[in-house]
DNA sequence: TATGAATGAGCTTTCATTCAT
DNA sequence: TATGAATGAAAGCTCATTCAT
């Protein structure tokens, strides 16, 4: 009976009402989450979803935890230093285009970190290893001389990060607005030629 | 009588309201924001409240307006165009330093500005209006050579409008980030000399 | 000061505010009525209405008085036996025409007085005077030969109460089932030739 | 499971909130018509009746069916046309003394139909067709001999409809009138010896 | 494992009434 | 005498959660 299959079933289930809580953060916000809207777009019951999850924290728990580990993908990059922050932001500008809820949903945990501790814990984790991730590879470029040499590496991360989350994960008008910040962003460190 | 104070009367009721729901907007977001607990902060009964806005969503509206008015005056300095652009920035870090909550308003407005039109309006607007005037200043600093002519003064205006929307509005763990955040877009605006 | 005047701009105020609750209450029934909307349209706040009314249920009670006295004028014929019979019908048909907000509020009170023992003896007592009057009338018709000697007038007096009560004070479709109802009873009563 | 029995549960549980909710506007009219007390006369919370019907107006248009149907019942019967009269009769009468709660409604709907167009219809189409049963009678009645030649068919109709919506719906003093008012009524149409 | 049914607690809004002026 | 302002009490409705099946 605790087959593997039966447990796979279960996290099946969960993954699909995450999944679908996902949906609805992006598009009501944390304001307009309803359980009932989450199941039904799971097309369970809404008891179904508490038989997965005690309670409505849980599954913004378990939304918080997806969110994070989706976004921690783009950080994995291989390469020159250079060539890695390059494709740090060209896998930042596929994830807007292919998946924007994610970045919605980002910006709501974003406001909530403000009130929920749990969410405070895990946000602001995945942003410093985030900002650490960045940082280091200023710091390494400027050593083997592929970049200049960063005169207050820290502050070169934390604005690539303010940069990347305002545009991304704030509606600034229309979508060109993104592109251009991201161009300039990559002008400004000296990954861009013109 | 029919007094100016009269009308000074309501008006400053109104404003009371205004301030305490943005305090609870600030501080439990839109998703925790209670009519009772307004009212009750600005020590008045609920109904009371509704004499003054007739719906929960017009007090809204009021505090939509406050914030935009609020934040706007920021945009009005003078001087010399380094001078502006730096004073700009002085104003900003003033406002995050003394009135934190309206950048926690700000960032609320912004995620609700994707799915409320009528935040949407107000809100990009003054966003537009931001970005203009920093555009300008990049503009006219490049042509009486207090600043470097600048490439793509759009890509340069989105990357401050971003990155300062970034720093404030959303929580990046210690308040340091914030600080050097502002510094390194100054520098990259070649407007600190370190 | 407390000249007849006053004591008549009180009753002045009254009068109209019993007038403005009579409107309203013949255009939303009591289920709708607002002591609001009855004093805006009257002209005047609210709480005038409750300086010169203590309680929803005294205008009420107003009201009630009024509609009664209205009611009771159209009692008040004379002439021959038949003639006053016709002269009561066609005091009401002309009251239907010209006031039919009076049968709008009797058939509120109507229903009212089942519920509250102040409705229920002020108007239980006006039908019966009523009722009273129209069968002293059939009686006496039936003594001086003007009318056929009523077999049963208590219960011809009921009919003709609860006909003319039931086509003035419900709406039973286009107006001219209320002119065909009264002709008919007419008819039944010998007051008609064809 | 899918079993009939699952159904005629849903509709056993509408059927007692209509009931509840009949005898809530029984006892005090649409103005004094609150869910909780209906919901509580059910034995359930009103969240339950909310589960069942989406909002009271929906409640009340179940009521409004529930009386109207309850209503037409009285108008099937069968026999020569005098005894079918005489039973339409002698069923209000029966419906009167058992289930007086049903005029009591249907009163509170006569005057609700004056502001309610989804009332107006139903209401009126159901006094429209009992107008049409009792004319057609009166005529077939008159042509087989059972019953005078009716002179004006549709204004005795409206005057039935008017005498028995007066007196069964309207308060109109002590029970005896109701009595009286029927047995009047009779007489007038000769089915009555006396 | 899954659900229909049920509910307590709470939300926004309304309204008759009061009170200081 | 008249009012703007304020309020307590409630109303309709919603929602996360529970429970019997």
Redesign the interface.
């Known amino acids: 009976m605790a087959s593997p299959e039966a447990s796979s079933r279960t996290a099946e289930r969960q993954s699909s009402l995450v999944r679908a809580a996902y949906g609805e953060i992006a598009e009501?916000?944390?304001?307009?989450l309803r359980t009932r809207e989450v199941a039904s777009a799971a097309g369970v019951n809404v008891a179904t979803l508490h038989y997965y999850f005690p309670s409505k924290e849980a599954l913004i728990a378990a939304v918080l935890a997806h969110a994070m580990q989706r976004f921690r993908s783009t950080l994995n990059v291989s390469g020159s230093v250079a060539e890695q922050l390059r494709k740090h932001f060209d896998g930042l500008r596929r994830l807007v285009r292919d998946e924007p809820e994610l970045f919605?949903v980002m910006?709501?945990l974003?406001?909530?970190?403000?009130?929920d501790p749990t969410v405070?814990d895990l946000f602001?984790q995945t942003?410093?290893v985030w900002?650490r991730v960045i940082r280091g590879l200023l710091v390494k470029g400027g050593k083997d001389g592929s970049l200049p040499v960063p005169?207050?590496p820290?502050?070169?991360a934390?604005?690539v990060?303010?940069?990347?989350?305002?545009?991304s994960?704030?509606?600034?008008?229309r979508p060109a607005?993104l592109t251009?910040?991201f161009?300039?962003?990559e002008?400004?460190l000296n990954l861009r030629a013109?």
Chains 1, 2, 3, 4 share one sequence.
């Open positions: 009501h916000g944390f304001e307009g919605a910006g709501e974003a406001l909530r970190s403000a009130r405070r602001q942003v410093d900002r005169r207050d820290d502050a070169q934390s604005l990060v303010a940069a990347v989350m305002g545009a994960m704030m509606p600034l008008g607005r251009e910040t161009r300039e962003l002008r400004s013109n």
